[in-house]
């Protein structure tokens, strides 16, 4: 049975509530920008998970990042490495040594929270009324595991799980999985098994919002602090993600889930069931996506299929124009 999406407390007009779950990375750093900047929009919480690159680093990214946008946020560090295999599946390639590489990071004003991260989601989601809190996890999903396994009631109060990874036709790590979903396979299974609502946002859906010269352009005229951050993280995330992915543009794959989280009719998406390979030799990591419910199986999941590319830059640039 699919489970019903919460209802928002507060009617209309209430602020939307997300808690990003991020690993930083260019793509994470962007999202935040972008959430910083949308009116209407209330950042719960950030917490860092190592992903992109290791836990130290991400979350160094993710203190400086938030003082760019000028945040006053609960910034905390969650788990160093996945659930089971023992090891954090960085990529320097793509992000660099820093995983921001790029940007000249400023001394963070923001103040690292001393609580673990996984808290921090559990208390967040447990204070909260529910369904007003949003799950936007855009890297390894172990921190989203792990509070389940914490906290299994969070599950019947959270708004719904947006996520970035996996896919339904392809991966990026290897032909079958893509990189959030393959760094911790365990917790990904976890997080799609549990009684709430998940969005896969996938390479399906992310490979749609490329950052062309043309947005490149945008980015570059505002002039302004934020605008200037993002033109020298895509000035090293372009020619890197060219070199190892092949794309002329790269890819923002991050910023689609926190999209799809606060305006939901930018990304079209499908009903669908997702089972994550647990064992598969040459399939580990791959999000085995049924959207036509073979075999009985409940659609009990959405699937992103489709993206509004030009509103999606215009709400994109729109929001970090309004940043400092």
């Known amino acids: ?24 990375g260019h793509d994470d750093a962007l999202a935040i920008l972008v959430a910083a ?33 000028g945040l006053e946020t609960v910034v905390a560090a969650g788990c160093d490495r996945p659930l089971v295999t023992g090891a954090v599946l960085t ?32 208390e967040t989601v447990m204070a909260a009324e529910p369904g007003t809190v949003t799950l936007v996890p ?26 970035m990874g996996g896919g339904y036709s392809k991966g990026n790590v290897t032909p079958a999985a893509e990189f959030n979903i393959y760094t911790d396979p365990e917790a990904a299974h976890i997080v799609f098994s549990a009684p709430w609502r998940v969005t896969m946002v996938g390479l399906d859906l992310t490979h749609q919002a490329l950052a062309t010269p043309d947005v490149h ?51 079209t998406v499908r009903p669908g069931h997702v089972d994550v390979e647990l064992h598969g030799q040459h399939t580990r990591g791959m999000t085995v996506t049924d959207l036509r419910g073979r075999e009985g199986r409940d659609l009990d999941h959405l699937v992103a299929t489709e993206l ?12 970090v124009a309004r940043l400092p």
């Open 138 to 163: 855009t890297g390894p999903l172990t921190n989203i595991a792990t509070a389940l396994r914490r906290q299994p009631a969070i599950a019947d109060r959270v708004a719904e799980v947006v996520l």
């Open 91 to 122: 990529d320097p390639e793509t992000h660099g040594a820093s995983g921001l590489d790029g940007p000249e990071l400023p001394e963070p004003t923001v103040r690292l929270d001393p609580r673990h991260g996984v808290d921090v989601i559990v």
């Open 1 to 24: 049975m699919t489970p019903a999406p919460a209802s928002r407390a507060g009617g209309p007009g209430a602020p939307v509530r997300v808690l990003l779950d991020v690993d930083p």
């Open 217 to 267: 352009q945008r980015f570059r005229a505002m002039g302004t602090r934020a605008g200037r951050f993002v033109v020298d993280m895509l000035d090293f995330f372009g020619p890197a993600y060219r070199a190892k992915q092949g794309f002329d543009s790269p890819p923002v794959h991050d910023v689609c889930a926190l999209v799809r989280a606060v305006a939901p009719d930018i990304v």
């Open 308 to 319: 509004d590319v030009p509103r999606f830059w215009d709400l994109v640039t729109g929001a």
């Open 37 to 69: 900047g949308l009116p209407g929009l209330e950042i719960a919480a950030i917490t860092t998970v190592g992903g992109n690159q290791t836990l130290e680093k991400v979350t160094r990214n993710a203190l400086a990042v938030a003082t760019v946008a």
